[in-house]
């Protein structure tokens, strides 16, 4: 079982920059990959990038040279940084954690960028 608690969202200018922080209840180089997620209202949850235990990430095409997801291991959280922020990036942003197959999400944190 993994529990997993986002925080850092909020509302910025376009142009501006949040960092986002996932919590895991357990060892994060142990599960298998975490990743970052979104939602926004009337559209499908989309990937926005993700992290394997080797350290491989893998981004969205449309957060490419704008976001950095990194991990901790000390503090076994994972961290997405998105800067240029852009209206569009509005939605609500979620940590998952796969493990052997099996999912894992957190709560979400609400990300609004004004124009």
């Known amino acids: 079982q993994v529990h997993l608690v986002e925080s850092g969202g909020g509302l910025v200018q376009a142009g501006g920059s949040l960092r986002l922080s996932c919590a895991a209840s357990r060892i994060i180089s142990s599960i298998n990959s975490m990743g970052w997620y979104r939602q926004a209202p009337g559209k499908q949850r989309e990937l926005v990038a993700s992290?394997?235990?080797?350290?491989?990430?893998n981004y969205a095409d449309f957060v490419k040279g704008r976001f950095t997801i990194s991990r901790d291991g000390a503090k076994n959280t994972v961290y997405l940084q998105m800067n240029s922020l852009k209206p569009e990036d509005t939605a609500v942003y979620y940590c998952k954690g796969t493990n052997w197959g099996v999912n894992y999400w957190g709560q979400g944190t609400q990300v609004t960028v004004s124009s």
């Open positions: 992290i394997t235990s080797g350290g491989t990430t």
